[in-house]
């Protein structure tokens, strides 16, 4: 088997906010390097700006064999590979692909690790309302719609889903 049929993609956990750093320093070395990327407008006291960050927070896609693996895992912006059943995780070639595809159609996707229900409770955790905690009432697109109990009046927030968490 040649070197290049034994490659595979696989993804590997970064620390906090590397994602971006260790991509660069990493393609600049001459690995394959995949980190998905959305467009989001933040918002400051004084203008709204559009900046690209990860879509999967904390992580990165290498297309590696076993050695260019153990290379990527001794960079400093690397925490571990992902495993799955007790082996590196195998992102197919098509997976990614799709990934990068769906993203040059929706720049401003993100990335949701679970699906909300209507009527279950969740917790804000971004933005002015963060740390208040309202019923979901209706899921709208990429919005939730949240109704907040406070001082005896109702709120009816609109929130995008990574705003938010399940209020065990």
Known sequence: ??????????AFYTKPRNEKKVSERLSDLGYEIFC???????QWSDRKKKVKEPLFTSYIFARVDEVLRQEILKDQG?????FWLGKPVVVRDSEI???DDFLSE????DAV??????????????GP???????????KGTKLILT??????????EVAKSRVQLVS
């Open 129 to 139: 309302l963060r740390g208040e905690t309202g019923e979901l009432l209706k899921i």
């Open 148 to 157: 907040i109990e406070s001082l005896g009046f109702s709120l009816v927030a």
């Open 78 to 82: 690397i925490v571990s590979s992902v």
């Open 36 to 42: 998905p990327v959305r467009t989001v407008l933040k």
């Open 106 to 109: 929706n720049p401003e996707a």
């Open 97 to 99: 692909r799709a990934i």
């Open 1 to 10: 088997m040649s070197k290049a049929q034994s490659k595979y993609w696989t």
């Open 113 to 126: 690790s679970r699906i909300f229900h209507e009527g279950e409770k969740l917790q804000i955790t971004d």
